[in-house]
């Protein structure tokens, strides 16, 4: 038997697909897992156990356009996959999986593909099952009779090699950053849009106390596209951080950020990758609902100023944006802080354990 699973295009999303993803693997032990997506996805998922290889989508290289997606297709349709599973919701993955040639293709009727599908789930209504995302792709599985039942969201984690987490001290290291330091990761990004962000001013000004009140190596995370934001960061500081944005990849980041001793950031891919990686979370959120898209860990902290148009879900506030702008630097400083005072107070303190 020969599964491919469609991962959903957005990081955080994908990690959200976990626990599903661990419930295949359960309960279909004996096939042969393969997960498509695009390559920050991939990366990401690459040697995890819930897949036996991961397939690149590469939607900007030699799978992009008309003939692109063709030649994708003809891709799969050697592969000669039994099943499909469609976690991503766009009408293009059920159209690919029927193209390929798949026999059974398993989604929710969205999008207007429910023709393509063989099982096409209906989609869970408002207040029908809890609204995390986590939740939304185990009762695709309920739907098609995979699982009996969605259960209870365990903490989601990555699998991290030995080696990974040493090259990254390592990396780290060279960075600039200190042996045994208290190091705070800051991800000030978020590719969805500008509306889940907060002041960029703001991040400067945490970062400058944390490096002078707790003694922290702050470490500045980001995309290439996000280079001009992290410069002006740092623009804006007293202190110097140190910054990789623009110089880790995916496949890197889980274990550069078990290296870290926190991470403080928007509600983003880079968020959830932290929270799997094992590090205590503080989340700004603003525009997106944080009942739908919080890491399921059990180290997250919350930071959010309710208001009457949040939330709004747009990539970009047509207002004042209210959301972040009430959000101080002492309320995101305050819960860094307690999480350093725990840990150093819980148990021998070090970066690694952190």
Known sequence: MKILVRAPNWVGDAVMTIPALEAIRRSRADAEIAILARPAVTQLFREQPFADRTLEYENRGRHRGWWGRERLIAELRRERF???VLFQNAFEGAWLAWRAGIPERIGYARDGRGPLLTTAARVP???EIPRHESHYYLELLCRAGWIESRGE????????AGSAREAAESALLRAG?????????IAPGASYGAAKCWPLERFASLADRLISECGADVILFGTLDEKEIAARICSAMEFRPISLVGHTSMGDLAALFSACSVFIGNDSGAMHVAAAAGLPVVGIFGSTDPEGTAPVTRQFTLIRRPVSCSPC?????PVDHRCMT???????FAAAQRIQHDA???????SQNA
């Open 125 to 127: 209504e408002e207040g």
């Open 326 to 332: 009430r959000i101080d630097v002492n309320s995101v």
């Open 82 to 84: 039994d099943q499909a």
């Open 177 to 185: 950053a200190r042996r045994g330091s208290w190091r705070c990761a």
């Open 313 to 317: 879900f747009l990539r970009r506030c």
């Open 153 to 160: 969201l365990a903490p989601i984690r990555l699998r991290l």
């Open 344 to 350: 150093r107070h819980s148990h021998p303190w070090s």
